[in-house]
C-alpha cells in the first residue's frame, strides 16, 4: 500500500509530462512549425535531464526524496502554466520551449526520486515485482496522457488542455504533502572520496552491453513518441485520432508488463530483450505502409509489446551487473543515456525526416533496432542461464 501510494505521484506527474510532449508538438504543429522545429521541442524535454541526471542521483542520497520530488512537480507546474497562459500566436514557440524544458526536468527528477525509493522500500528478493510495478505505472499514464490530451485538443484546444494539465498536476501536490511521512528527509552527507566518473562503468563488459541494450530500446521509444505524431498528421489523422495511437502503444506495453512476472519465470532478461528489439524492428518497418487508423493501432500495439518488455527487464541487469555500491551511479548513468538519445535523436531524425520524411526514419530504426537484436544474439545472450553455464564447463 506504502508504495502504491508512492507509485501513484510518479503515475500523475508521468501522466501530465506525456500529455504536454503530445500537446506541444500538436499545437507547433498546428501553427505550421517545421517537423525540425517539433523536433527541438521534443528534445528540450530531455536536454537539461540528460546534464544532470548523475548528479540529481547524488543529491537525492544526500537530502532525501521529498525535496527532489516537490521541485520536480513544482518545476512541471510551472513549465505548464507558460503555453496556457501565453498563446501562439502573440508568443510564438516561446512558451512551448521553455515549457519543455521545465516539465521534462521536472518529471525526470520525480522519476529518480520514486525509482530509489521504490527500490528502497521493496523486499529486496521482491525489488524485480516491485519495478514492475512502477513500470505498470507509467504504462497506465502513458495509455491516459495521449489519450485524454487528444480528445481535449479536439474539444477545447491545446491552451486549456495544457490549463488542465495544470489541475492535474496540483493533484500530484496535494498527494504529495499527503504522504510527506513516507518520503522523510535525511542530513545531507559528503562523499568521503570523491566519485569516480560515471562512464567509467562502461569498462565493466556486461554493463557495458546492458547499456548498448538501453540505448538501443530508448531511441526506439523515443522514435515513436517524436514521429507518430509527425506521421498521424501527414497521413491526416486527427489529434484525437493520433492520441489513440500513441495510447494503442501505452496500452500494449501494460498488457505486457503485467504478464511479466509469468514471461521472466521462462525466459531471461537477455532473451526478453532481443524479443523487444526484434519486435521494435518489424513495427517500425511497417508503419509507413499504413495510413489508416485501425492498422496504425495494430502495428503501435506490436511495438509497445516489445518495447514495453524491456523496461523491467534492463533495470534488474543494471542491479546485477553493477559493480557494488554503485548502483545508484549506474541509474543515473542509465538515465543521462536515455536523455542523451532523448535530445540527440529528435533533432537528428527532425532534420532528417524534414528532408527525406517519416518513412525514412522509420525504416531507419528499424535497421538500427534489428542490428541491435542481432549483436546480441552473436553475444550469446539469446541463451537461457542454464545453456550459458553448459557452455562454461
Known sequence: MILARII????????????ARMTGSLYALANQASTFTVGVIVALFSLVPMLIAVRTGRWLDAVGPWQPILTGVLLMLGGMLLPAAFPYATADVAPLLVSATMVGTGSTIVLLAVQKVVGERADPNNRAAAFSWLALGASISGFI???????????IGHRA??????VVLLGALALLRANRSLLAAHPGRPH????????????HRELRRVMIATALISMSWDLQTFVIPVH???????????????????????VIRLAMPQITRRFSEWQVLIYALFSAGLAFALFPFFSLLTPLLVVAFLLGLGLGAAQPNIMSLVHSHAPAGRVGEALGL????????AVVLPLV??????????????????LIAGGGAGAAVRWGKHKSVKGLLADRT
Open 8 to 19: 501513484a505521484i510518479f503515475v500523475l506527474a508521468h501522466m501530465t509530462m506525456v500529455a
Open 145 to 155: 496522457g495521449p489519450v485524454a490530451s487528444g480528445a481535449l485538443i479536439d474539444a
Open 161 to 166: 488542455t495544457f490549463a488542465i494539465l495544470v
Open 192 to 203: 568521503a572520496v570523491e566519485p569516480l566518473h560515471p562512464l567509467e562503468l562502461l569498462r
Open 232 to 254: 498521424g498528421s501527414h497521413v491526416g489523422l486527427s489529434a484525437a485520432q493520433i492520441g489513440l495511437v500513441l495510447g494503442s502503444f501505452a496500452l500494449a506495453t501494460f
Open 334 to 341: 542509465r538515465s543521462m543515456i536515455i536523455n542523451s538519445n
Open 349 to 366: 531524425f527532425g532534420a532528417f525526416g524534414s528532408v527525406l520524411g517519416a518513412t525514412a526514419m522509420f525504416w531507419s530504426m528499424a
